[in-house]
């Protein structure tokens, strides 16, 4: 299994343009998790979905900030416009929900730099 | 609250000796919690889990201890290697699978 997989891998833009990070979850997995992780916050849970379907947003920062799932298998995270507050790594996530064992499975993550 | 600082504790042990890295939670009402680990430049990476109505679970080197009573979790590691170096996190599991994070600890192996 190829694990969950994220792109980029590192991305450096200019404030206010469009970001778009992507994440393909584990086959079979059924849940989805973007946390945000820096220095000074730490590992941040910015959204979760449970087949497809977001289930609680509260840590999205703000309106700039969307995460789609088109479909069970692949996800996005959008900041538009960034800012350079915005710099930091994001990880994402998937598990199995029912029957699982809560073992949330990373991906390596990208990093976001805003100048 | 959750328990998220702005400086890492950093535990520094000699190759072959016992780790302890220990976690406070805040949330009384969590029943699941997990341990991670992570490398430089890498996700976390799950380690161990243990549920509410257990007071220690064993893995191989690994040995996770929870006082519910004063909502306290420590990681033991035997025989740590230069392997083990990473930041260890622990983390509290809110329902559907919901993460919560500690803040983490730097583990330093010296050869």
């Known amino acids: 299994d190829a694990g969950v997989i994220q792109s980029p891998r590192h991305e450096v833009t200019e404030m206010g343009q469009e970001v778009t990070l992507r994440c393909k979850l584990i086959s079979g997995h059924n849940s989805l998790f973007w946390y945000r992780q820096t220095m000074m916050r730490g590992l941040e849970l910015l959204i979760y979905?449970?087949?497809?379907?977001?289930?609680?947003d509260s840590g999205m920062p703000e309106d700039r900030f969307s995460a789609k799932m088109p479909n069970a298998s692949f996800s996005t995270l959008k900041i538009q416009p960034s800012e350079p507050r915005d710099s930091a790594v994001y990880f994402c996530?998937?598990?199995?929900?029912?029957?699982?064992?809560?073992?949330?499975?990373f991906g390596e993550g990208s990093r976001l730099t805003v100048l | 609250g959750e328990s998220v600082g702005l400086h890492l504790p950093t535990l520094s042990v000699q190759e072959g000796d016992n780790s302890i890295i220990n976690c406070a939670y805040s949330n009384s009402a969590s029943d699941y919690f997990i341990w991670y680990k992570q490398e430089s430049g890498k996700g976390p990476q799950f380690i161990i889990d243990i549920r509410s109505n257990m007071d220690k679970r064993q893995g191989q080197r690994v040995t996770v201890l929870l006082n519910k009573t004063v909502k306290h979790l420590s990681l033991q590691i035997a025989a740590t290697q230069p392997g083990d170096s990473a930041v260890y996190f622990c983390a509290e599991n809110r329902g559907g699978n919901k993460l919560v994070f500690g803040a983490g600890t730097i583990l330093r192996v010296k050869s």
């Open positions: 979905f449970n087949n497809n379907v977001p289930i609680d």
């Open positions: 996530a998937s598990s199995v929900v029912q029957g699982g064992t809560g073992e949330l499975f």
